[in-house]
T-cell receptor, first 112, second 111 residues
Framework: DADVTQTPRNRITKTGKRIMLECSQTKGHDRMYWYRQDPGLGLQLIYY???????NKGEISDGYSVSRQAQAKFSLSLESAIPNQTALYFC???????????FGPGTRLTVL | SQQGEEDPQALSIQEGENATMNCSYKTSINNLQWYRQNSGRGLVHLILIRSNEREKHSGRLRVTLDTSKKSSSLLITASRAADTASYFC???????????FGTGTRLTIIP
């Protein structure tokens, strides 16, 4: 769904590098989320934001940071990437508390 | 930690057959949602069922919710090759708007 876009779609990096993943949405939603998916597993919540001034940690926030630059943009950073952060990363949005979430296409990150 | 647990982990059926997958959870929920994920892609929302609802339909999809057993099922009727995907349930607890995903059921439709 082009309403939620993520860049880059694929990224290979080395241990210790700083990486930023970006998410943009045109749905006008206030709520945005970052998830991580490891092979064969469900999604784990990294960070979420209810609006530009509200950022919250999820289940697995260690090693990650986020920035909500505007209602439409939510970036995820890995300050010093490590191999076990190799995963699929998804951004999602929603317009209401506990309601349907709309996902971006994902970023496949490989840390060597 | 994963709240929902899907069963089975993997399911292969012939095209045209019905597919049923189940989700169990541990604590009271506000709603339960089902999502589909095609290989390596983003999740797509299928159905949301609230705690006071027992059954919902959407096209060939039927979802049931049994809050006394803390379980839900997703039925896909007259399966098609395009239904091949992983299916995830996600729960929303009362007082918490976050979605907690299970580990998914991998469905393969054999033409």
């Amino acid at each position: 769904d082009a309403d939620v876009t993520q860049t880059p779609r694929n990224r290979i990096t080395k241990t210790g590098k700083r990486i930023m993943l970006e998410c943009s949405q045109t749905k006008g939603h206030d709520r945005m989320y970052w998830y991580r998916q490891d092979p064969g597993l469900g999604l784990q919540l990294i960070y979420y934001s209810f609006d530009v001034k509200d950022i919250n940690k999820g289940e697995i926030s260690d090693g990650y940071s986020v920035s909500r630059q505007a209602q439409a943009k939510f970036s995820l950073s890995l300050e010093s990437a490590i191999p076990n952060q190799t995963a699929l990363y998804f951004c999602a949005t929603s317009d209401q508390r506990g309601s349907t979430q709309y996902f971006g296409p994902g970023t496949r990150l490989t840390v060597l | 930690s994963q709240q929902g647990e899907e069963d089975p982990q993997a399911l292969s059926i012939q095209e045209g057959e019905n597919a049923t997958m189940n989700c169990s959870y541990k604590t009271s929920i506000n709603n339960l949602q089902w999502y589909r994920q095609n290989s390596g892609r983003g999740l797509v929302h299928l159905i949301l069922i609230r705690s006071n609802e027992r059954e919902k339909h959407s096209g060939r999809l039927r979802v049931t919710l049994d809050t006394s057993k803390k379980s839900s099922s997703l039925l896909i009727t007259a399966s098609r090759a395009a239904d091949t995907a992983s299916y995830f349930c996600a729960t929303v607890f009362f007082g918490n708007e976050k979605l907690t995903f299970g580990t998914g059921t991998r469905l393969t439709i054999i033409p």
